[in-house]
C-alpha cells in the first residue's frame, strides 16, 4: 500500500508527456518484483482514480494483483481461437510493422492459391464496406493464417508453449503448431473446412445459452435431432446450432423465464446434423493427410482430452465438425495436468474470452 501511495504522489505532479513516459519505463525498463499490481487505464485521472480503489480496498476488474509465480507452476498454453472474434480489419497493423508476422501471412497466402482463386492478402486489406471478413469461405482461412502468424511472432521473441489447445476450427493452426501436420496438410485442413461448410450456408443458426450441459439436455430433447449442443465451453455456457425455427423459439423461451439466450449472428448451423451433407465430400478431400505425434503436449477439443496426434486424421476432422465442442473438459484436464497460464493466440479489438469462439 505504502507504494501504491508513493506511485500516486509520484504521477500527479507529472505532466502528460512525463506521465507517458514513466509509465512506459515502470512496465517495460522496471525490474518486475514477486509481488505485482496491473491496471488498464486510458488517462492520468483514470490512472489515479483506480490507485485510489485499490488502496480503499475496492474490487475492479481492471485491477488485478497477483504474486508472480515460480517456473515449475508458470506453465504456459497457447489457446487457438476458433470462430466468432474476426474483425475486417484485424492483424493489420502487425503485418505492416513486423517482417515475421507478414513473412507467414505471404505464405499461406501462397500456399491457399492452390485452393481458390482470390488472394488472402487482398482480403484481409479491404476496406470495412468491401470486406468479407463476415463470410466463412474467408474467416476460417483468416483466422488460421493469423493465428499462425502470431506464433511465428511470439516465438522470435523467445516465447514458446509448453501446451496447446484449439477450440474447433482453430485445431487446424493448434496442430500444425504442435507438430502433428505439415504446413501443407494444415492448410489442406482449413481450406477444405471453410470451403465444404460455405455449401451448408443459411440452412441453420446458432444460439448461446447460460444454462449446464444437465438442463440444456432436457430442454432440447422435443427437438430430437434438430438442435444439437455445437459446444461446452464453460460449466454454464453452451451454444446450441440447428434448425433456425426451433432455436428461435428456444430463445424466446429462455428470455420468458429471465435466462441468458442469445441468437449468434451466423447462417452455418456449426455441430449439428445440418454438416452431414458434407460428411463424404470432407472424407474424400482430407484422406490423405498424414498427421503425425505431437512435438509439444496437445489437448483435443473434440474429445476433451490430451491426444498424441498421430490419431488425427480424417475421421477426426468429421468429429470435430460433426460433433460438440469440448472446451471446458480439455481446459479443466490441462488445469489438472499443471498448466495455469493461457494466452489466448489472437490479435483483436475484441473483449471476448476464450469461449467467445463458437465453431
Request: one cysteine or more.
Amino acid at each position: 500500500m505504502n507504494t501504491s501511495h508513493s506511485y500516486m504522489d509520484y504521477i500527479a505532479d507529472l505532466s502528460d508527456e512525463e506521465f507517458d513516459n514513466a509509465c512506459y519505463t515502470l512496465t517495460q525498463r522496471k525490474e518486475l518484483l514477486d509481488q505485482r499490481l496491473a491496471i488498464v487505464y486510458d488517462s492520468k485521472k483514470d490512472l489515479l482514480e483506480k490507485l485510489n480503489m485499490y488502496v480503499a480496498g475496492s474490487e475492479n476488474s481492471m485491477i488485478v494483483k497477483g504474486t508472480k509465480l515460480s517456473k515449475d507452476k508458470a506453465k504456459l498454453v497457447w489457446v487457438f481461437t476458433g470462430m466468432g472474434p474476426q474483425w475486417w480489419k484485424m492483424g493489420r497493423e502487425l503485418y505492416n510493422t513486423e517482417p515475421v508476422y507478414r513473412a507467414m501471412i505471404e505464405r499461406c497466402d501462397k500456399e491457399m492459391k492452390k485452393w481458390v482463386h482470390w488472394s488472402l492478402i487482398e482480403e484481409m486489406n479491404k476496406t470495412e464496406s468491401d470486406s468479407n471478413m463476415t463470410q466463412n469461405w474467408l474467416s476460417q482461412p483468416s483466422n488460421f493464417a493469423l493465428q499462425l502468424a502470431l506464433s511465428e511472432l511470439l516465438r522470435s521473441y523467445g516465447i514458446q508453449p509448453d501446451a496447446i489447445v484449439g477450440h474447433s476450427t482453430g485445431e487446424a493452426a493448434a496442430f500444425y503448431e504442435a507438430g502433428v501436420y505439415t504446413f501443407e496438410d494444415a492448410v489442406k485442413v482449413i481450406m477444405n473446412r471453410a470451403n465444404l461448410q460455405q455449401k451448408t450456408s443459411g440452412t441453420g443458426k446458432m444460439l448461446a445459452v447460460g444454462l449446464n450441459k444437465k438442463e440444456v439436455l432436457e430442454l432440447i430433447k422435443p427437438y430430437g435431432e434438430k438442435v444439437s449442443i455445437a459446444a461446452i465451453n464453460s460449466p454454464d455456457a453452451i451454444t446450441l446450432s440447428g434448425d433456425e425455427e426451433s432455436l428461435v423459439h428456444i430463445s424466446k423461451k429462455l428470455e420468458a423465464d429471465s435466462i441468458f439466450a442469445k441468437l449468434l449472428r451466423v447462417e452455418i448451423p456449426y455441430h449439428s446434423i445440418g454438416m452431414d451433407m458434407i460428411k463424404d465430400e470432407l472424407f474424400e478431400a482430407l484422406n490423405d493427410i498424414e498427421p503425425m505425434n505431437a512435438k509439444i503436449p496437445l489437448y483435443s477439443t473434440a474429445f476433451g482430452k490430451k491426444v498424441n496426434g498421430s490419431e488425427l486424421d480424417v475421421s477426426y476432422w468429421w468429429e470435430n465438425i460433426r460433433g460438440s465442442v469440448y472446451f471446458a473438459k480439455a481446459f479443466t484436464k490441462m488445469v489438472e495436468d499443471g498448466y495455469s497460464v493461457f494466452f489466448r493466440n489472437w490479435s483483436s479489438s475484441s473483449t471476448e474470452g476464450f469461449n467467445g469462439g463458437m465453431c
